[in-house]
Every structure is written in C-alpha cells, then in structure tokens.
C-alpha cells in the first residue's frame, strides 16, 4: 500500500467516524476495560471454582495458562488482520466473541469446558486489543494521539485493579459464574457504542495476502516460548523438557524471520524494527511487565495470607497504585506529546525501580500508609512506561500496520508478564529454600531435612504455612511465624530483582526519539 493510499485512508477514517474521535476512544475503552477486568477479576475466583468443580491445582492454573497462551500466541496475527479486514471489524467481533465465550464459562459445568473455552476467549481477546489501539490510531490527529492512548491506559490501570474487588464481592456474595456473566453488559455496552459511534470499517492493508507459512511460523514459536515459560517452575529450568521448549522456540523463530525476509507479504514486516525506538519500546514493553506482572503476583499472597486481609480488602489495599495510574496515564501522554517519551519514559522507569526497592524493604506487618507510598510512586510510574513505551510502538509504525504494531505491543506485555511471573517465582522459590530452615530453627523448630524443605518451599513461596493436621496451636504459630520470615526474604528478592531490572530499563529509554511519523508514516521496507 502506498504512503498516499495510507493517508488517505487514515484521513477519510477520522472524517466519517459517527461520534468523532472521542467518542471512538469511549466505545475503544468499554472494550478494553472488559478484557483487563478479566485479567485479574478470575484469579479471585478460582478457589471457588476448585471446590465448586473438584478441580486440580493444575486444572486451575490451566484456567489461566489457556488464556495466556491463546492470547499470546495469536496477538500479532491479530494485529495483521485488523490492517487486512478493518480495524472496526475485528473489534466488534472481538467484542461479541469475548463477551459470549465468558457467558458459557458461566454456564459450564465442568473445569474441561472452563478451560476450552478460556482459551477461545484467548483468541477473541487477542482480536479486540489491536484493533483497540488501531482505531485510536485512525480516529486520532497525530498531535493527540499521545492523550488517547494515556486516557486508554487509565481505563486499563482502572479496570485491571477494579478486578479482585469485584472479583471478591461477587465471589463472597453471588457465586463465581458471575465473574464470568460480568462481561455481558459490558460487551453489550461496547458492542452497541462501537456500532453506534465507530465509522465505515477501513482496511488500511487491504491489498495484502495471507501469510499462512509466516503466521504457522510465529504460531509455533510464540507457543513453545510461552509453554515453556509457564511450565519451566514445574518441569525445573534445567530439565530437558524446558530447554527443549526454548530450543524449539529459538528455530522456529529462526524459520520465521528467513520467511519473513522472503515473503512478498509478510506478517510481520522486519523492516518495523530498523526504527530504533520502535525496537527499543518493544524490549521497554517486556521489561515493564517482567517487572510490575512478575513482583506484583506476590503482593497478592503477601496481603491475604502473611497480612489475614481479605481479598476485597486486599483490592482496597493495592487502589493507591491504580490511583497513580488513571491520574498518572493521561498526564503522561500530555506530557509526552509536548517534550517526546525519552525524559517521561526514563523517569517513570526510575519512579518503577525506586517503588521497587521500596517494596522490597516492607517489614512483616506493613502499615496501610507505607505500602501506599511505594504504590502511588509505582502507579505513577508504571502509568508514565505504558503510554510511552505504546506511543512508541505504535506511533513509529507506518498507518498500514498500525494493527501489527499494537499486536508487536501486546505480545510483549504478555510475554514480558509470563516471563516476569515464571523467574521471579523461581528466584524466590530458591531463595525460600535457603532460608527456610534457618528460619525454622530460630522458632526453636526442629531442623528440617534437605527433603522436608524441598517438599515445604513451594508452600511458603506461595504463602502457605506447611503445618500439619492436629498441630498443637502454639507450635502451629512457630511455624506460620517461620513460613512468614521465609516468605518476606523471597519476596524482597523478588522486589530487588524487578527494580534492577527496572535501572537497566532507564537505560534503555534514553535511546527513544520522539516519533516522526504522521498520520501518512512511510511504508517500511522488506528485509
């Protein structure tokens, strides 16, 4: 498609939106809110779930691996037939598919369907979040599309925090099915607004082909990378069933990049990458998630079950963090569109790993106040990363690939996420383990056995006191106390990791330049 075709496009495209573009952004925003809510709304009710179906442990950690690996595995792909088919398009079915798979969950009764159909929802969710950020890209001038996608990662920031509160009021007071059933009226919601306010569906890649032996490619490799990932805490990281996944995943991600160079329409076009920030923002996105997914998935266990709180109260807990994120995302692409993402970007990183090694210093029983301080710096932050780090992806991008490059983006919140919540949990995992029996002894415990510990660590780095049935309660508080200790030394090293992470991403952010192209971006070259 020619740099002109695209102009054209993109300027006919915001011309003939029913609403204008602030309307396109709310209907935009209803769709990505119900994705985001049901990132986090299920965790809360899978124990509910467990008992409800007699479900495994592994059962319920599928509920979420599904998810995770059909989002994964599918974004890019995504992305490119939204350029291909239209933007509009792909969202609404996105929104229909997403909506309706989440009502038969509901309805399921047994955790094979739950599982079935979590992975559908996967796909369908993966449909609806490029297109989301194409459509802003399409409704927006380039001038204020920095504020669209700030006030988009506020409604994400608000959604994603907004999940374990209602994820728990809905558990304690209806039942789990309607953590599911939740995502009907908003579906509907976004449904009916993108059909009332979104213009005609415009195929900004229309002349492209389908390349089946480049998305098989990609397909296979993001698979074997995300199973890997997730499995590598269950298998071992040296166990010959992980680095067989990660071996698998580096050739096939060989065989796709030889393709891509050949291919006369190609997928993913590497010639995206030649734009320095673009690639740049795209290690900043696996950073961000390794960083704020991988440490923030303990804070959940530090709250309910070292603290006693509940998980609603836990959600009231972590609102100071999704506080700094709405205010902080609209800010920040404001900002942004002013000065350029370097400065905002390097600093909300700084903000990440200064919030990181102060979580990593909280004491057993934190107070409400402290822990408040270190989320608001990392809501802030976080919120600064997010829209840059988008902007940058995105905004680099020429407009008929605008639907891949918001793909390139989720695909590396996700694998960023995945990655983050698997070596973080094994670097505390480890850490556990050291200290276990120190910790132990100290309460005047009898000594464990190498074996004992191996079979008790797993517990503790989950947060879970390993006393047996019948303990005496003194001798079971000696344990909880032990198990407690044990978890906090992982946890701050969990923290210490993320925020040294966070410093090489400062690093890292002062090699953004601000964004060149406009709403006509030049075509990019084949490799």
């Keep these: 498609m020619s740099t002109t075709a695209a102009g054209t496009a993109i300027t006919t495209a915001r011309s003939t939106g029913r609403g204008g573009p602030w309307a396109t952004l709310v209907a935009v925003a209803f769709g990505v809110i119900m994705v985001a809510l049901d990132g986090t709304i299920v965790a809360i009710a899978n124990p509910a779930i467990g008992k409800s179906l007699h479900a495994s442990l592994s059962d319920l950690q599928w509920i979420t691996n599904g998810y995770l690996l059909a989002l994964a595995v599918f974004l890019v792909t995504a992305g490119k037939l939204g350029d291909r088919f239209g933007h509009k398009s792909m969202f609404l079915v996105g929104v229909v598919g997403f909506a309706a798979s989440s009502g038969i969950i509901g309805l399921s009764g047994s955790i094979g369907l739950i599982i079935a159909f979590r992975v559908l929802q996967g796909v369908f969710g993966a449909l609806l979040q490029p297109a989301a950020?194409?459509?802003?890209?399409?409704?927006?001038?380039?001038?204020?599309?920095?504020?669209?996608?700030?006030?988009?990662?506020?409604?994400?920031?608000?959604?994603?925090?907004?999940?374990?509160?209602?994820?728990?009021?809905?558990?304690?007071?209806?039942?789990?099915?309607?953590?599911?059933?939740?995502?009907?009226?908003?579906?509907?919601?976004?449904?009916?607004?993108?059909?009332?306010?979104?213009?005609?569906?415009?195929?900004?890649?229309?002349?492209?082909?389908?390349?089946?032996?480049?998305?098989?490619?990609?397909?296979?490799?993001?698979?074997?990378?995300?199973?890997?990932?997730?499995?590598?805490?269950?298998?071992?990281?040296?166990?010959?069933?992980?680095?067989?996944?990660?071996?698998?995943?580096?050739?096939?991600?060989?065989?796709?990049?030889?393709?891509?160079?050949?291919?006369?329409?190609?997928?993913?076009?590497?010639?995206?990458?030649?734009?320095?920030?673009?690639?740049?923002?795209?290690?900043?996105?696996?950073?961000?998630?390794?960083?704020?997914?991988g440490s923030l998935f303990f804070v959940t266990f530090y709250l309910q079950l070292v603290h006693g709180l509940s998980p609603v109260q836990s959600g009231v807990r972590l609102l100071p963090?999704?506080?700094?994120?709405?205010?902080?995302?609209?800010?920040?692409?404001?900002?942004?569109?002013?000065?350029?993402?370097?400065?905002?970007?390097?600093?909300?990183?700084?903000?990440?790993?200064?919030?990181?090694?102060?979580?990593?210093?909280?004491?057993?029983?934190?107070?409400?106040?402290?822990?408040?301080?270190?989320?608001?710096?990392?809501?802030?932050?976080?919120?600064?990363?997010?829209?840059?780090?988008?902007?940058?992806?995105?905004?680099?991008?020429?407009?008929?690939?605008?639907?891949?490059?918001?793909?390139?983006?989720?695909?590396?919140?996700?694998?960023?996420?995945?990655?983050?919540?698997?070596?973080?949990?094994?670097?505390?995992?480890?850490?556990?383990?050291?200290?276990?029996?120190?910790?132990?002894?100290?309460?005047?415990?009898?000594?464990?056995?190498?074996?004992?510990?191996?079979?008790?660590?797993?517990?503790?780095?989950?947060g879970v006191a390993p006393v047996p049935p019948g303990t005496k309660a003194e001798i079971a508080a000696l344990i909880t106390k032990a198990s407690n200790l044990s978890f906090l030394d992982g946890m701050h090293l969990a923290f210490t990791v993320a925020a040294v992470v966070a410093v090489v991403a400062v690093g890292l952010s002062l090699l953004i330049r601000r964004s060149r192209n406009g709403s006509s971006a030049p075509a990019v070259p084949h490799v």
């Design 133 to 293: 950020l194409g459509l802003l890209r399409e409704a927006f001038p380039r001038e204020k599309l920095n504020i669209a996608i700030g006030i988009w990662g506020a409604a994400i920031g608000l959604s994603t925090a907004a999940g374990p509160i209602v994820g728990g009021l809905l558990v304690e007071h209806v039942n789990w099915q309607w953590v599911f059933f939740v995502n009907l009226p908003v579906g509907a919601l976004a449904l009916v607004l993108g059909l009332l306010v979104l213009g005609r569906n415009h195929r900004v890649d229309r002349g492209s082909r389908a390349d089946v032996p480049g998305i098989a490619l990609l397909s296979v490799a993001m698979f074997a990378l995300v199973f890997g990932v997730i499995k590598a805490s269950d298998f071992g990281w040296g166990d010959w069933r992980t680095i067989g996944l990660f071996v698998g995943a580096a050739v096939f991600a060989v065989l796709f990049i030889l393709r891509e160079r050949s291919a006369r329409d190609p997928l993913l076009p590497l010639g995206l990458f030649r734009s320095r920030s673009l690639s740049v923002g795209t290690v900043l996105m696996v950073l961000m998630a390794f960083a704020m997914f």
């Design 321 to 462: 963090m999704t506080a700094g994120m709405v205010v902080g995302s609209p800010i920040a692409g404001a900002l942004i569109g002013k000065i350029g993402p370097r400065g905002p970007v390097a600093t909300g990183m700084a903000a990440v790993a200064i919030a990181m090694f102060g979580l990593s210093r909280l004491p057993m029983e934190a107070s409400a106040g402290l822990t408040s301080l270190w989320f608001v710096i990392l809501g802030l932050g976080l919120s600064v990363v997010m829209v840059g780090a988008t902007e940058v992806i995105v905004g680099n991008a020429p407009v008929q690939l605008s639907g891949v490059a918001s793909g390139v983006q989720q695909a590396a919140m996700q694998v960023g996420g995945a990655l983050g919540t698997a070596v973080l949990g094994a670097v505390m995992t480890a850490r556990v383990g050291n200290v276990l029996n120190g910790h132990w002894t100290d309460q005047h415990l009898p000594a464990l056995t190498p074996a004992q510990v191996d079979a008790a660590k797993s517990a503790v780095a989950g």
